[in-house]
Antibody, heavy 121, light 110 residues
Framework: EVQLVESGGGLVQRGGSLRLSCVAS????????MSWVRQAPGKGLEWVST????????YYADSVKGRFTISRDNSKNTLYVQMNSLTAEDTAVYYCAKTRDVSRYFDWLSWGQGTLVTVSS | QSVLTQPPSASGTPGQRVTISCSGS????????VNWYHQLPGTAPKLLIYSNNQRPSGVPDRFSGSKSGTSASLAISGLQSEDEADYYC???????????FGGGTKLTVL
């Protein structure tokens, strides 16, 4: 059974930094692209970033480009996102998501439970 | 303002068939495949439809997807109370070089 468990969320001041983690199990982690998708309180879904299985390729939404860095440690089956220069607009539940197929990057079959990031002003 | 446009709400009675539309442009739906997700309150999203009209294992065949030109639709037949949720369409956008979502449609089962 695929399991994705996020951690690292919390309250941070505007301009601060936070690193989220997502520990994966139940599948061959290195074979799958992984992504972060967020949802602001009461709002819709927003794609944040994606990384290939090898970690060689990364993709970012314009809203986070230059501030967020996605990475992975395949030896630890763990996905990360380093978030810097946080603003109130980054307040959201952040979901870790696994793609449906090894050949796919952007359709997400499995999701974690999410971790809440709150940026205070 | 979302790049993909969905109606904010939809409704139906048990047993009815409802459709949810998703309108885009040539840089996304017009040339890329569409995925649909649904989300129950307080839970993570779930993939309902991928590649326009394919269902992941375990998704009932009451759910179907279609695409024509720069628009896509999700149809739910035999509506059930547990279908009450938020529904989102998504696609890659070549102009933005990223995944774009619709704003979501809240489905109410009357």
């Amino acid at each position: 059974e695929v399991q994705l468990v996020e951690s690292g969320g919390g309250l941070v001041q505007r301009g601060g930094s936070l690193r989220l983690s997502c520990v994966a199990s139940g599948f061959t982690f290195t074979s799958y692209a992984m992504s972060w998708v967020r949802q602001a309180p009461g709002k819709g879904l927003e794609w944040v970033s994606t990384i290939s299985g090898s970690g060689d390729s990364t993709y970012y939404a314009d809203s986070v480009k230059g501030r967020f860095t996605i990475s992975r440690d395949n030896s630890k089956n763990t996905l990360y996102v380093q978030m810097n220069s946080l603003t109130a607009e980054d307040t959201a539940v952040y979901y870790c998501a696994k793609t449906r197929d090894v050949s796919r990057y952007f359709d997400w079959l499995s999701w974690g439970q999410g971790t809440l990031v709150t940026v205070s002003s | 303002q979302s790049v993909l446009t969905q109606p904010p709400s939809a409704s139906g009675t048990p047993g009815q068939r409802v459709t949810i539309s998703c309108s885009g442009s040539s840089s996304n739906i017009g040339t890329k495949t569409v995925n649909w997700y649904h989300q129950l309150p307080g839970t993570a999203p779930k993939l309902l439809i991928y590649s326009n009209n394919q269902r992941p294992s375990g998704v009932p065949d009451r759910f179907s997807g279609s695409k024509s030109g720069t628009s896509a639709s999700l149809a739910i037949s035999g509506l059930q109370s547990e279908d009450e949720a938020d529904y989102y369409c998504a696609a890659w956008d070549d102009s933005l070089n990223g995944v774009v979502f619709g704003g979501g449609t809240k489905l109410t089962v009357l």
